[in-house]
């Protein structure tokens, strides 16, 4: 089981200053937004995947406020949880029929421990979780989000658990500012902004400012073992993870379980930079196991990609906008035709600073 940890408590001194920075919206992202017919879309939704008895349906909230404030007070990294763009954010916590599903129709070889067909996908690493994001990019028509040497098509030399390599300069969809993900991905693990802003953001606007917990509450939640009333969450349990879609009460914006239930992935490595495929990647949230302090918007932790453990799990994020193939493919007619006016926005990107006692050159690397 993954201890809180207090960023300060597990790094060491960190200064952080949050530094303007422009960043244009994934090319991707706004035509097919733009096709759809939304760039503002709000509400539920539900994406569906597989087919046959292998078949299952992914809900969504969306995410919106774009361009919203960071955080300056005492969340974690500081600067966190400004996002420029609208998005949306999985309602619970991806579960262990959906990985199951999955692993029927691609050859995923996930591993995934503990009883109950609709309980988290527990004791997934990193590198699991990307496979299975790629794996609904593929599904649906779409770009992978994260880049492997080997396929599940190449049995001979595939293993769900090695080490993503980068995106580079010659490849459609890449990113400089994250050489993690594929901008013309639909389907993503979440960077840090993602998810603290879907978990602790007060919403309704872009200074709306943010809460210490994921349950719309600057105080502890209601420990209980499972249920959904509105300022629960399931912590300081001995009856393990329950269902995702019984995990406690809501955030702002309707996710369930970010503070509780099983730890999730961020996409991010712990320096921000996300130029290095085997650094540890962020965790947060809190499981059924800790204390109320896990659960807090200044508590996060990090893991190597290659390692999972029986209270870490994880929840997908997607673009604003999924259109059908049709509609997509009309997209991409239209910009053959006339072209897009690329689109820039404002994003704020905290940088760390890593000195140690001997005042060493600091480190420059930078939360998205």
């Known amino acids: 089981m993954i201890a809180p940890v207090q960023v300060v408590a ?78 949306r954010m999985g309602t619970y916590e991806v579960s262990r029929t959906m990985v199951d599903r ?27 979780a990307a496979r299975f994001v790629n794996w609904l990019n593929e599904n649906a028509g779409f770009r992978h989000a994260y880049k492997f040497r080997y396929q599940p098509s190449d049995t001979a030399n595939y293993s769900a658990n090695a080490n993503i390599l980068l995106w580079g300069p010659g490849d459609p969809g890449y990113d400089s500012n994250n050489p993690y993900r594929n901008t013309n991905a639909a389907y993503f693990l979440p960077n840090v902004n993602e998810w603290f802003k879907s978990a602790y953001y007060k919403g309704g606007g872009l200074n709306s400012g943010y809460w210490v917990y994921p349950t719309q509450s600057d105080s502890p939640p209601v420990a209980v073992v499972s249920g959904t ?21 809501l955030s702002w914006y309707g996710t369930m379980g970010q503070g509780g239930n099983v730890y999730e992935w961020n996409e991010d490595a712990i320096d921000g930079v996300n130029d290095d495929p085997a650094l540890q990647r962020v965790l947060r949230g809190g499981s059924f196991g800790n204390r109320d302090d896990a659960l807090r918007y200044s508590s996060y932790g990090s893991v190597s990609p290659q390692d999972g453990f029986g209270d870490m799990g994880f929840r997908v994020a997607s673009i604003a906008a999924v259109p059908e193939p049709s509609t997509y493919a009309m997209a991409l007619a239209g910009l053959a035709c006339g072209g897009w006016q690329m689109v820039r926005r404002r994003w704020a990107k905290a940088s760390l600073t890593q000195p140690d006692a001997a005042a060493q050159s600091p480190a420059t690397p930078a939360w998205r």
């Open 10 to 87: 597990m790094r060491p001194t960190l200064s952080l200053d949050v530094r303007p920075n422009r960043r244009r919206i994934p090319f991707a992202t706004l035509a097919l937004s733009i096709a759809a017919g939304v760039l503002a879309p709000s509400g539920a939704s539900a994406d569906e995947f597989g087919s046959g008895t292998n078949a299952f349906t992914m809900d969504f909230v969306s995410i919106g406020d774009a361009g919203n404030a960071p955080d300056l007070s005492d969340g974690r990294p500081q600067g966190s949880g400004a996002v420029a763009y609208q998005y």
């Open 102 to 128: 999955a692993n029927a129709l691609g050859g995923l070889n996930i591993q995934v421990v503990g009883a109950g067909v609709n309980r988290p996908a527990a004791a997934i690493n990193w590198n699991e």
């Open 229 to 249: 009333s509105a300022g629960t969450a399931v912590y300081d349990s001995s009856f393990g993870a329950v269902n995702v879609d019984r995990s406690g009460g």
